[in-house]
């Protein structure tokens, strides 16, 4: 008979290395160290991804320890884009803060800077800009980024 049931499979049985060809091969979240370029002098608090088949989960946390905040930070990836997503400046599905902690808060979106990295710009009014040592506001101890997104790797 063509019936499956959970009789049939085990939970244990169910391994990401046995689905698509690049899932990986654990369930857990990946840490990775990406470069960082216009942005140092902080503690990279976390970065990790996640992947099911093609498709790559990231989030991303900076604590600035200073101002060390460059025009236009680029951070690379974990995973290589797919060719589809190649366009410098096109936007991925994802959001981005820019915190300033008890002052204020800045949404954004990760841009892709190439098929490696990804850049972040800030939402203001009706605008989108790059952001810079003092867009959206002047970087200091304790201020930090905090993204998630994802998009089609190869």
């Not at 654990?26 to 470069?35: E, F, G, L, R, Y």
């Not at 990790?48 to 200073?66: A, D, E, L, Q, W």
């Not at 841009?111 to 990804?118: A, E, K, L, Q, R």
Request: negative net charge; proline residues 4%.
């Amino acid at each position: 008979d063509d019936a499956v049931t959970n009789a049939e499979i085990a939970d244990s049985a169910v391994l990401p290395e046995n689905l698509l060809t690049g899932t990986g091969t654990s369930w857990a979240w990946q840490s990775w160290t990406p470069t960082l370029t216009n942005l140092s002098g902080g503690t990279l608090n976390y970065a990790k991804y996640t992947r099911v088949g093609k498709t790559v989960i990231c989030r991303f946390k900076y604590t600035m320890s200073g101002a060390n905040y460059g025009n236009g930070p680029i951070m690379t990836l974990p995973v290589n884009m797919h060719a589809d997503y190649v366009s410098a400046g096109e936007t991925l599905l994802s959001t981005v803060a820019f915190i300033d902690p008890g002052i204020s808060y800045y949404a954004g979106q990760v841009f892709i800077n190439n098929s490696s990295s990804v850049t972040f710009r800030v939402q203001t009014g009706t605008t989108t800009n790059g952001t810079t040592s003092t867009v959206p506001h002047t970087w200091a101890s304790g201020d930090f980024i905090q993204a998630h997104f994802m998009y089609e790797g190869v």
